[in-house]
């Protein structure tokens, strides 16, 4: 549904990743490393949801074998629900439950599908940004080496484009002679670099857009079941233990927090990639350069001096501090209810 509403920035997102990747070559193998990681994800993803739909769907079954008769008072649903009717009676019971079967595997191969989808172009964005860092790195790594022209040249204080060290002896200044670069080259480097920055920054703001619809009602959603689940827990685990209904709860919980876990740690991605710019970007071979190379890569290193970022409807960031709050809430409010429970068992 999200994908429906936002269709035309998908588009475009699909065309500057394509475009990216036939404009600015990767050659440590960073888009397809990300790629297998990508898949492999969307593997995980498929065999532990359909382990947890295969689990609820032959639960109420199991439920039946284990009482060792089919009588009505053990005939549940897949998931509870109240019917101004008797939903225990043929040919109710068989009807809801075939489909309440239909209605599961159906949100739980779509979700697949959308968090596979929305995985795999978080990590295509965090594989550009490690494509330019790359690049970065290594522009001007490979001028100057046995190119004709290139000429030591012996820099004059008064000169802007001189490197000075800044050791003074007396009244003299000691300058360092440098080895220049053909300023084209490396001026062009930079400027295509530039551009696939800018790049990225579209990127990362259609996929922000594209994820906040989707991704709040899904952190939202996770959320309140991992509460309730929290609370189904806590209550089975002071009654008489019952296994059925015990990893039921457990798979959801999991199943749940990984969920948000994914979204949460590639979020974090992002961010460590894009902290590394201006590293990167210092560590080329800026000092060959001249003055106008200079004055690009301090441009560069200014705007990549803000991380990027995916924000949830602009409030709350996909990262490491995220996904460490959920679970201390998680936990605090597991503890909390569990005390309780434990308390009141006490007094009775």
């Known amino acids: 549904f999200s994908f429906s509403l936002d269709g035309h920035r998908l588009t475009e997102l699909l065309r500057l990743l394509a475009a990216s990747r036939q404009r600015f070559p990767d050659t440590q193998g960073r888009r397809s490393r990300h790629h297998v990681t990508a898949t492999r994800l969307h593997r995980f993803l498929q065999v532990t949801y359909r382990m ?9 079954i199991i439920r039946i074998v284990a009482a060792g008769s089919a009588s009505r008072a053990s005939r549940d649903l897949v998931i509870p629900l109240w019917l101004p009717l008797d939903t225990r009676a043929s040919p109710a019971y068989e009807t809801l439950y075939c489909l309440q079967l239909a209605f599961g595997w159906t949100v739980s191969e779509t979700t697949v599908l959308v968090d596979g989808s929305l995985i795999a172009l978080m990590l295509q964005v965090a594989a550009e940004l490690a494509v330019l860092n790359d690049r970065l790195a290594a522009t001007a790594a490979d001028i100057g080496e046995g190119v004709p022209g290139t000429t030591r040249v012996q820099v004059s204080p008064a000169s802007p484009s001189s490197l000075v060290v800044g050791e003074r002896c007396g009244s003299s200044i000691t300058t360092m002679s440098r080895s220049r670069y053909p300023p084209d080259e490396m ?3 930079l400027v295509d670099n530039i551009k696939h920055h800018q790049m990225i920054i579209r990127c990362v703001s259609l996929l922000q857009k594209l994820l906040s619809r989707a991704t709040s009602v899904l952190l939202f959603c996770n959320t309140v079941s991992i509460c309730f689940q929290i609370m189904a827990t806590a209550v089975l685990l002071q009654e008489d233990v019952e296994v059925i209904q015990t990893v039921k709860m457990l798979m959801s919980s999991t199943l749940y927090a990984y969920q948000v876990a994914l979204f949460c740690l590639l979020g974090q991605k992002i961010i460590n990639e894009s902290d590394r710019l201006p590293r990167s970007a210092f560590s ?15 441009a560069l290193c200014r705007r990549s001096s803000r991380a990027l970022s995916l924000k949830v409807c602009g409030l709350y960031t ?14 605090s409010l597991f503890n909390f209810m569990y005390q309780t429970d434990k308390s009141a068992a006490s007094r009775h």
């Open 284 to 298: 080329c071979g800026w000092p060959e350069a001249d003055t106008h190379c200079w004055r690009l890569l301090v």
């Open 187 to 189: 001026y062009q480097q």
């Open 52 to 60: 947890n739909s295969a689990y609820w769907s032959v639960a109420p």
């Open 318 to 331: 996909l990262s490491r501090e995220t996904l460490l709050q959920i679970l201390n809430v998680s936990y």
